[in-house]
């Protein structure tokens, strides 16, 4: 069954530095996304992407935060400037974004930040 | 906007009894309604969905929930719950079948012998 993969699963580094945390979403798929979620809290939408653009963004998605889909088949999230309230599991997305589809909406295992 | 309510934080369960999550939504636009499931240190993974059609829908490990359009709830069964059952689940609703997911605070559940 196709999957989605991030890498790295797990990501330490110093507050202030720049992260890049990076997703392979399913390759038929149109959307991609990535949440996030704080340990022990909801898992919170960040930013959806589609057609090499931002198509939706939350108010947690700022200017420390940008995505790219540099060469066809990554999906990237770069944080800058981490702070040590960025960590946490991010999880990225992708799904087929046709209505009433058989539903390809697949999450990765995730990415967990954390900043020291 | 939409958002969802998981009305238990927690629901500790004896093994090979029955369970029921709850999960209220509120929505201005027609929703369709997910469960997740979150096993430790693991990724989410989709239980069940409700798109349209039939308002029971059942899911992979025995799950199902009934969407009820009325009560704006979308609540989530099994019958007899395993030890490997013991996990957090989310409830979620998104305005599109693609679209982004608007996730509730989770329930977990521990299963106990």
């Known amino acids: 069954e196709p999957e989605v993969t991030q890498t790295p699963s797990h990501q330490v580094t110093q507050m202030g530095q720049e992260v890049i945390l990076r997703c392979v979403p399913i390759s038929n798929h149109l959307y991609f996304y990535w949440y996030r979620q704080i340990l022990g809290q909801k898992v919170e939408f960040l930013v959806s992407f589609y057609n090499n653009e931002i198509s939706e963004k939350s108010e947690i998605f700022d200017d420390q935060f940008s995505v790219e889909r540099p060469d066809g088949s990554n999906f990237t999230l770069k944080i800058r400037s981490t702070k040590l309230e960025d960590s946490a599991m991010y999880f990225c997305?992708?799904?087929?974004?046709?209505?009433?589809?058989?539903?390809?909406?697949?999450f990765g295992s995730g990415t967990r930040l954390t900043v020291v | 906007a939409q958002s969802v309510t998981q009305l238990d934080s927690q629901v500790p369960v004896f093994e090979e009894a029955p369970v029921e999550l709850r999960c209220n939504y509120s929505s201005s636009v027609s929703v369709y309604l997910f469960w997740y499931v979150q096993y430790p240190n693991q990724g989410l993974q989709l239980l069940l969905k409700y798109l349209s059609g039939s308002t029971l829908v059942k899911g992979i490990n025995g799950f199902e929930a009934e969407f009820n359009k009325s009560q704006t709830s979308f609540h989530l069964r099994k019958p007899s719950v395993h030890i490997s059952d013991t996990a957090e689940y989310f409830c979620a609703v998104s305005a599109d079948s693609w679209g982004k997911l608007q996730f509730g605070a989770g329930t977990q559940v521990v299963v106990t012998p």
């Open positions: 997305a992708s799904s087929e974004a046709r209505q009433y589809s058989n539903y390809g909406y697949t």
